[in-house]
């Protein structure tokens, strides 16, 4: 009799556990598979927001010709600790910008230039600081920097007409 009730028992349970599996098939993981689309969309839409407002495009076509330079002066900045543990501090000299004079933005924006010359000094600074000196002696380091600053820079003028930038640094 014992072992009736226990095999009774056991087909009770696998009668439930089947139930709540079956359940589960179709009633939660439905829904669990459009909440997981739904926070894909929303995720999608922030990125979206989170991008530059600028065209994705980077390779803007300019003839020499075209292009003028502006002077940036001598910047210092303090970098981060690096490996043996002591300050450092970057000379970012030999900066200019190159803008493109044959773009539309030239004639209303490129004057404004010279008015922001600190704010787009202040982004080499930014930029230059989040790194230790070891990480600045690396190329990729070096142009994912460079990078940074043409799209902030671009990003400020809210234009491509600044088409590129170069600079150096010393180390102190």
């Given at each position: 009799?014992?072992?009736?009730?226990?095999?009774?028992?056991?087909?009770?349970?696998?009668?439930?556990?089947?139930?709540?599996?079956?359940?589960?098939?179709?009633?939660?993981?439905?829904?669990?598979?459009?909440?997981?689309?739904?926070?894909?969309?929303?995720?999608?839409?922030?990125?979206?927001?989170?991008?530059?407002?600028?065209?994705?495009?980077?390779?803007?076509?300019?003839?020499?010709?075209?292009?003028?330079?502006?002077p940036i002066d001598e910047l210092t900045t303090n970098l981060q600790a690096g490996e043996d543990g002591q300050s450092?501090?970057?000379?970012?000299?030999?900066?200019?910008?190159?803008?493109?004079?044959?773009?539309?933005?030239?004639?209303?924006?490129?004057?404004?230039?010279?008015?922001?010359?600190?704010?787009?000094?202040?982004?080499?600074?930014?930029?230059?600081?989040?790194?230790?000196?070891?990480?600045?002696?690396?190329?990729?380091?070096?142009?994912?920097?460079?990078?940074?600053?043409?799209?902030?820079?671009?990003?400020?003028?809210?234009?491509?007409?600044?088409?590129?930038?170069?600079?150096?640094?010393v180390f102190q």
């Open positions: 009799m014992k072992k009736n009730m226990l095999a009774v028992l056991i087909l009770l349970v696998l009668v439930v556990n089947l139930t709540l599996t079956a359940y589960m098939i179709f009633t939660v993981l439905p829904n669990a598979k459009r909440t997981d689309e739904l926070i894909t969309k929303i995720m999608q839409i922030i990125d979206l927001e989170l991008e530059s407002p600028l065209p994705v495009d980077i390779n803007v076509e300019y003839s020499i010709k075209d292009v003028e330079k502006f450092h501090y970057a000379l970012i000299k030999g900066g200019s910008l190159t803008i493109n004079t044959k773009d539309e933005d030239y004639k209303e924006l490129g004057p404004k230039v010279a008015a922001m010359q600190r704010d787009i000094e202040s982004y080499f600074v930014l930029e230059t600081s989040k790194y230790t000196k070891e990480q600045l002696l690396t190329t990729e380091c070096y142009e994912q920097v460079k990078s940074k600053i043409l799209t902030d820079i671009q990003t400020l003028f809210n234009s491509k007409m600044i088409v590129d930038i170069t600079f150096s640094y």
